[in-house]
């Protein structure tokens, strides 16, 4: 506790006289108690500090615990808010903060830390304005083993964005300076002695008790010697006006700008001044799109120790534009389509030879379906809906501004090509027919599955996308099909991370357990085509190469159990939509089942019965359970080898559900177990 002793003589050294922000109910600094939070009891408790001054949960006194979780008295703040955190986590362990809205099943993480420090560190997160009270939850994990713990000292809620700032509170609201041994950010005003302070008056107060951050080049000894002043990260999308005030001098030189720097490093410049000097504080607003997690860089570079200064103060946001000529917001989800109720707006160049046509399979052993459900529509290009031997197919999407980085992805499916040079291409098209790029081809054979592809692009003109299929003579070709197409903004490498209640087995099991009690089988996450023939799945239904979860029905006898268990779920008050794929091929299949447990007791909610098809088929389930439940996931071996199942894609979502889709309960030859013999 030494490294918590430490930084808490810090953190109270660092306190400024400034004025300070309002606080927002469930801001604590744990001087006179917890405010309220309490620890939950169904984990390891947070202990405070005999002194006060912060909360602790220390590894030595864990027990047989993994983590402790505090959580906060419910709040009801309907704005926008900032939560900023002061922490330290020393030896090892991690610290999470997650939102439980009321009446939800579950918890949404919205920001992890495990970087360990010898003093405090600062937060910043954001909290959307909602209409839903919430609690916050900070899960601490230190490891084990001695001399291992997660220390909270501050949690503030004030009104408003992460990204604004003043610079009167002593943790800068957790905007951090990028070290330079010669130049950096400093705070001006009534704490700074630099001989550069008496230039300026605080923006915000216009005297010299207020606070702002400046950089002076009496220090700079090379050329281009830069400082860095660097936001939190934001951690949910946000787009509008971020304003400022600056106040410049320049004797021989110094390049002033401002930048966006995303989880992936890349910078983009989105503002710097077109004046040398200012005579006093200036305001700009400059327009600012954040659809993913991103910082904002002031970063000043100077040319020799006679560049002058910089100095900013008053960094606010507003969720509306601050210019009437800013780009209109990018819409890219036009150019996504599912085709389950046509083509979206995607069309073929040529009317009179229609080389793509919207089919749908029923569901069956045979052929496969499509990706969305399993049994809805999809696009197939084939030399038998044209009357020409061969053929070239272009489908054309809609124009999108340029300018803008866009995400593609889309679902591809091909099967009797004896050539695959030119089953499939996708273009870049200029809204001229121009094509701009060819962006991606196939590079290895197909293995009848539906694979997914991503791909990221930016132009700088109006563009679309084009699919292009080209056959040269019917021995040759065979069926190319695509599905599920999406664009959004960003790069595909910038993943909004895990979503509490889905999983594609992607990453791990997603805290599933096996029922020991009642089952004599395990189900298997595994990859790629199921050993035995004639049964199973050839590839995930996530991506086509990924991971998924089944049972195999070599390892099983007749009437064999597997049980799937979800961890424990809170309960919600309102309806609440199971979404799933499950795949279910082979001439002896058996059951599956989807049961709700609630205490000792458990309720059947869906059911399958025999052979269903040779696709991944989506099943919706509505349930209501307002009380701690789990769902299983029951599969029971059939009478032969051929008895494989499999399931991906598990989500729960707020019910009832959009699409009933899969409204059946229950279906198959028989409802009777007793059909199988154990």
Same mark, same amino acid.
């Given at each position: ?72 008295? +419910? ?19 991690? #610290?999470? $903060? ?82 330079? =041994? ?49 936001? *939190? ?30 989880? #992936? ?62 780009? =209109? ?33 029923? *569901? ?14 999809? $696009? ?19 124009? #999108? ?22 089953? +499939? ?105 199921? *050993? ?31 049980? #799937? ?30 049961? $709700? ?67 059946? *309960? ?13």
């Amino acid at each position: 506790m030494s490294g918590v002793r430490l930084a808490l003589h810090v953190l109270l050294l660092c306190e400024f006289l400034g004025a300070q922000q309002q606080l927002l109910p469930g801001s604590c600094n744990f001087e006179l108690g917890t405010c309220g939070y309490t620890s939950d009891p169904e984990y390891g408790s947070w202990s405070m500090n005999e002194e006060g001054h912060l909360i602790t949960v220390d590894s030595a006194f864990l027990n047989d615990q993994e983590q402790a979780v505090l959580v906060s008295p +419910l709040l009801d703040q309907q704005d926008w808010s900032c939560v900023r955190l002061v922490y330290q986590i020393t030896g090892g362990g991690s #610290l999470q $903060l997650h939102l439980r809205p009321d009446g939800d099943n579950f918890d949404y993480r919205l920001w992890t830390a495990n970087r360990v420090s010898d003093s405090w560190l600062i937060a910043s997160v954001d909290l959307p304005n909602t209409t839903i009270p919430y609690q916050i939850l900070l899960e601490g994990r230190p490891e084990r083993g001695s001399g291992n713990s997660v220390a909270i000292f501050e949690i503030h809620i004030v009104p408003g964005y992460c990204i604004e700032c003043n610079f009167e509170e002593h943790h800068l609201c957790g905007y951090s300076n990028s070290w330079n =041994p010669n130049v950096n950010w400093y705070v001006g005003g009534s704490v700074a002695r630099e001989p550069e302070s008496n230039l300026l008056v605080n923006h915000t107060n216009n005297n010299q008790r207020g606070h702002y951050m400046y950089v002076d080049s009496v220090y700079a000894k090379h050329f281009q010697e830069v400082a860095k002043l660097t936001s *939190p990260m934001t951690t949910v999308p946000i787009a509008g006006c971020l304003s400022f005030y600056y106040n410049r001098d320049q004797e021989r030189g110094n390049i002033f700008s401002v930048f966006t720097r995303d989880q #992936l490093g890349h910078y983009e410049e989105i503002w710097r001044p077109e004046v040398y000097a200012t005579s006093g504080w200036t305001q700009v607003s400059v327009d600012i799109k954040a659809p993913h997690p991103l910082e904002v860089v002031f970063e000043v570079a100077f040319n020799s120790a006679r560049g002058g200064y910089v100095a900013i103060d008053d960094i606010s946001f507003s969720p509306e534009f601050c210019h009437t000529d800013t780009e =209109p917001t990018v819409d890219p989800s036009i150019a996504s389509c599912d085709f389950e109720n046509g083509l979206c707006l995607y069309y073929q160049e040529r009317t009179e030879s229609k080389v793509w046509s919207r089919v749908s399979v029923k *569901p069956n052993a045979y052929r496969i379906g499509d990706h969305t459900t399993g049994t809805g529509c999809f $696009l197939l290009a084939n030399t038998r809906f044209t009357s020409q031997p061969g053929y070239v197919g272009r489908l054309h999407g809609p124009l #999108l501004p340029g300018n803008h980085k866009y995400c593609l992805r889309f679902y591809y499916l091909l099967h009797g090509f004896r050539k695959l040079d030119n089953a +499939l291409f996708l273009y870049i098209y200029d809204e001229n027919n121009v094509a701009q790029e060819k962006v991606w081809s196939l590079t290895d054979t197909s293995r009848a599955v539906w694979t997914e592809v991503e791909i990221t692009y930016m132009k700088p003109m109006l563009t679309k996308v084009v699919f292009v299929s080209i056959c040269k003579n019917f021995w040759e070709c065979g069926l190319a099909a695509i599905d599920d197409i999406t664009v959004s903004l960003g790069d595909c490498r910038m993943t909004a991370g895990s979503v509490p209640g889905q999983c594609d087995f992607e990453g791990g099991v997603c805290g599933y357990t096996q029922d020991k009690r009642e089952d004599q089988a395990d189900w298997l996450r595994v990859r790629g085509h199921t *050993p035995t023939s004639y049964t199973g799945a050839r590839g995930d239904h996530t991506t086509g190469v990924g991971y998924f979860m089944y049972i195999e029905a070599s390892l099983m006898r007749p009437g064999h159990k597997a049980r #799937l268990l979800t961890s424990d779920l809170r309960g919600s008050s309102s309806p609440q939509c199971l979404v799933f794929y499950h795949h279910m091929y082979g001439s002896g299949t058996g059951i599956l089942s989807v049961l $709700l447990r609630r205490g000792a007791r458990d309720s059947l909610l869906w059911r399958r019965r025999g052979e269903q098809s040779v696709s991944w088929t989506r099943a919706m389930v509505d349930y209501h359970c307002d009380v701690r439940h789990q769902i299983i996931f029951e599969a029971i071996r059939g009478p032969t080898l051929r008895s494989d199942i499999a399931i991906d894609d598990i989500g729960f979502k707020r019910g009832p559900c959009e699409d009933p889709g899969d409204v059946t *309960p229950y279906s198959g030859f028989s409802e009777y177990f007793n059909e199988i013999e154990k």
